[in-house]
């Protein structure tokens, strides 16, 4: 029985071997324990928090801060 916590992907879950530090599919930080309450993450496939709710998936919720809006005025 293996109790090391588990390293996953916020957006795809994808489980982190040995040393992986970031998502190869995502590029994002691998993530051992909930951003919220710290909580360590035992399942690889866990898409909610079970120390606070807070959910891991990164669909929903987050707010994303993409693309540019035209609010620049020329001249
Ligand atoms: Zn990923
Ligand atoms: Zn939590």
Not at 50 to 55: D, E, F, S
Request: glycine share 14%.
């Amino acid at each position: 029985m293996d109790t090391t916590t588990k390293r996953i992907c916020p957006r795809c879950n994808y489980s982190g071997r040995d040393g992986d530090v970031s998502c190869p599919y995502c590029g994002l930080d691998l993530i051992s324990g909930c951003p919220v309450c710290g909580a360590p993450i035992r399942v690889v496939f866990a898409k909610f928090c079970y120390g606070c709710g807070t959910p891991l998936d990164s669909s929903s919720g987050a707010a994303s801060v993409t693309g540019s809006k035209p609010e620049g005025s020329d001249g």
